[in-house]
């Protein structure tokens, strides 16, 4: 897959793992690794992306005897992920234009 597609992919699903309730680092990893391959290392830098884009907020919270930072969706983040999915439905009209003459086989 194309690096800024799967770069693209990877900030939808970050935020889809934060839509309904916030969320930490380690759980976004555990909640995505059955549909996607995401190291820490991987998550953190579009943490801060996403933050930079205000689509996410951070807040820290004491878990422990630990602070932990805590990730928020925003009004925007909400937006880019309705924009996903009506983003998908074109490109789903495309997948089916371009496989359309191996279904007729």
Partial sequence: ???QMKRG???ICV??????????GYRIVKD???YVEISESTLYPILRRLET????????????GRLRK???I?????????QFEDDWKE???IYEFVTREERHE
């Fill in 53 to 64: 884009g205000q689509m996410l907020t951070v807040h820290t919270a004491e878990h422990n």
């Fill in 74 to 82: 925003t009004d925007s983040g909400h937006e880019r992920l309705k």
């Fill in 9 to 11: 992919l990877l900030d």
């Fill in 91 to 93: 490109l789903n009209h």
């Fill in 15 to 24: 935020l889809a793992a934060i839509k309904d309730e916030d969320s930490y």
């Fill in 1 to 3: 897959m194309e690096n």
């Fill in 32 to 34: 995505l690794s059955p």
């Fill in 70 to 72: 805590y990730y928020h």
